[in-house]
């Protein structure tokens, strides 16, 4: 049987975008209040990139477009949290 390392890898990226709501709720729960933590938007980059990786490899324009434009807005985001770290984390 011959592993797809690929498809491996799209799974892991996959996985990624699920650690970042995983991470959140899991801060939110512990805080009593919807937070966005810090790490949901590394995750969020981390999977996007992932993402971006495995669209190339597949030849999908669509996808990969998609990911190229939400991986400014969690850059963005990230930008914004740590230029403003320690103020209100409440959405």
């Known amino acids: 049987m011959r ?3 690929w498809l491996l890898f799209g799974f892991f990226a996959q ?3 699920f650690l970042r709501f995983l991470v959140q ?6 805080h009593k209040k919807t937070v ?8 969020s980059l981390m999977g996007s990139v992932a993402i971006m ?9 669509v996808f990969f477009i ?4 939400v991986f400014f807005i969690y850059w963005r985001n990230l930008y914004l949290a ?10």
């Not at 990786?53 to 324009?61: N, Q, W």
């Open 66 to 69: 998609g990911q190229v434009f």
């Open 82 to 91: 740590k230029r403003h770290e320690g103020e209100n984390e409440i959405i």
């Open 15 to 17: 996985f990624l975008f």
């Open 53 to 61: 990786i495995y669209a190339y490899h597949l030849k999908d324009p």
């Open 3 to 5: 592993i797809d390392y």
């Open 36 to 43: 966005v933590p810090i790490y949901f938007w590394y995750l």
């Open 25 to 30: 709720w899991i801060y939110s729960e512990y």
